[in-house]
């Protein structure tokens, strides 16, 4: 068992809540869905006992026929749900058309995917009449508690209702606002752990990264890593101990966390994890130095002299499903901005996903069925990983919300959640000066064994073009970890 984590002697249980919707008042979720974990068994952490969680209400647009919502009119009006879809739609005179067109052709597995594109095309089209029919169809069939399609169309509707009434700037920020309210450290703690423990989707990263920062690091003497990571540093615990039972002598290891987050009590909760940190690392007997930076913003305006790098030092800049929120036109700016601190190496992980919606025509169409494609697959390993009345399940569900009224809902140049495929990352990275590094067979060994500890389904791949590997799951990939080096 890592010992960093025996600390505090926690031990995880189940808090899996029935949810209910029969009052007035439903749940939302936190805003951690990229946090991470090491690659020692999932249940073992710093951040010691779990506790019940909470969250607030969830917003849900109602679309009434006969008082649909105009362009000029952002107003939401709000009804609750049934918990699952209705068998039989019931016959409107407004949108009788759409019902017998639907009614006997949709697929009891994915009928979200064709009512939900159908919906996009007609508002690409600017076909209102129809989109106004299909909407209120798909209002019917929508509920954040039903199966995988009645969720993807709750969350896809608001998003496509959003951008209609060009209020997916102004809903994005009610859905912050309202999670950040109930999102606590412990919540989002507990969040964390529970998903690192069912699923390997965030805690490959960190064992595939961890393998090529170690393999840079050997022979060094002073090392530096700088995490870009809103990740509660659980990534490092496992590479410490890798440092402290290295053959030659025990290097001195300092750790820059940069955070992006403007969540209240961020520096309190920095805090708290150096002090534990540290700690564990003198119980490794690592010379250790633990700083974090704050910064706000996009990231391609970072100020790189907060790093205070030194010149004896061997860098590793880490990556942790982060650069999905730098700008479009300032990726490749921000990645030569970091080729001239020289570093050993540089570790990227980012969801495999092309999420470049765009604002009109053929380009939005193309762009939302790649959205709704990728998430049905994020929605589906979750349902293979947690039980139905999970409420960390839940949460997560209502954070990929969000995600999607990012990139449905908002303009293309506001959107902080819009992910690039691996063979994009691979072209700016050597536009920007870099190669490719490839993960040795030892990490790959290490990343099989850590998928051995998950339910089957899980696989590791490596991509034609040669950089880095993909996390797979039953054949598609889902995410990608890669290291590159300064040419």
């Given amino acids: 068992m890592d010992t960093m984590f025996t600390l505090n002697q926690c031990h995880h249980q189940s808090f899996n809540s029935t949810i209910t919707t029969s ?26 006992e779990e506790d019940n969680l909470s969250s607030s209400s969830s917003i849900h647009p109602y679309y009434s026929p006969n008082q649909f919502p105009s362009h000029d009119n952002n107003n939401f009006h709000h009804h609750l749900i049934s918990t699952s879809p209705p068998p039989q739609l019931k016959s409107h005179a407004f949108s009788q058309d759409v019902v017998r067109e639907f009614s006997d052709s949709l697929s009891p597995n994915c009928w979200s995917r064709e009512l939900l594109s159908e919906a996009a095309r007609a508002l690409a089209d ?39 009434t060009e209020s997916g700037n102004s809903t994005y920020r ?51 890593i700088v995490d870009f990571s809103n990740t509660y540093c659980t990534q490092w615990p496992n590479l410490l101990e890798a440092i402290a039972t290295r053959t030659d ?25 150096g002090n534990r940190m540290e700690k564990f690392a003198r119980l490794m007997g690592v010379p250790f130095k633990f700083h974090v930076v704050h910064h706000s913003g ?3 305006y970072f100020n790189l002299n907060q790093l205070d790098t030194k010149t004896d030092e061997c860098i590793a800049i880490n990556f ?24 050993k190496v540089l570790t990227i992980v980012e969801e495999e996903a092309d999420m470049d919606v765009g604002t009109d025509g053929v380009k939005f169409l193309k762009g939302f069925e790649e959205c709704l494609r990728w998430f049905r697959v994020y929605f589906e390993a979750l349902d293979d990983s947690f039980p139905k009345t999970s409420n960390e399940r839940l949460m997560l569900e209502r954070e990929a919300g969000r995600a999607v009224m990012d990139v449905v809902g908002r303009r293309p140049e506001c959107s902080v959640e819009r992910r690039e495929t691996a063979e994009r990352w691979w072209r700016r990275m050597r536009g920007s000066g870099f190669d ?7 990490g790959c060994d290490d990343v099989r064994a850590l998928l051995r500890r998950y339910k089957e389904g899980w696989s590791v791949l490596q991509p034609e073009m040669g950089a880095g590997i993909f996390l797979m799951r039953r054949d598609t990939p889902v995410v990608w970890a890669s290291a590159w080096k300064p040419v």
Wanted: proline share 3%; with cysteine; hydrophobic share 35%.
């Fill in 249 to 273: 002598d025990t290097p001195h290891l300092r750790l820059t966390v940069v955070t992006t987050t403007g969540s209240n009590g961020t520096e309190t909760v920095m805090q708290e994890i």
């Fill in 436 to 442: 490719g590094v490839v993960i040795s067979e030892e």
């Fill in 174 to 224: 009610t859905l912050s606002s309202a999670s950040a309210k109930t999102c606590t450290f412990e919540s989002t703690r507990n969040l964390l752990l529970k998903f690192q423990e069912v699923s390997p989707w965030t805690t490959f990263g960190h064992v595939a990264s961890n393998s090529a920062i170690m393999d840079a690091f050997n022979g060094e003497t002073k090392l530096h």
């Fill in 23 to 48: 009052g007035s008042s439903s749940r939302s979720s936190t805003e951690h869905h990229t946090t991470h974990h090491h690659h020692q068994p999932p249940q073992q952490c710093f951040f010691m």
């Fill in 126 to 164: 600017n076909n209102s009449s129809r989109l106004q029919q299909l909407m209120w169809m798909l209002n019917e069939l929508s509920s954040p508690y039903g199966e995988i399609d009645s969720k993807l169309s709750f969350y896809f509707l608001q998003a496509l209702f959003a951008r209609m």
């Fill in 320 to 343: 942790n499903g982060t650069l999905r929120s730098v700008s479009y036109d300032r990726r490749d700016y921000l990645l030569s901005m970091f080729r001239n601190i020289n570093p």
């Fill in 298 to 300: 996009d990231l391609s």
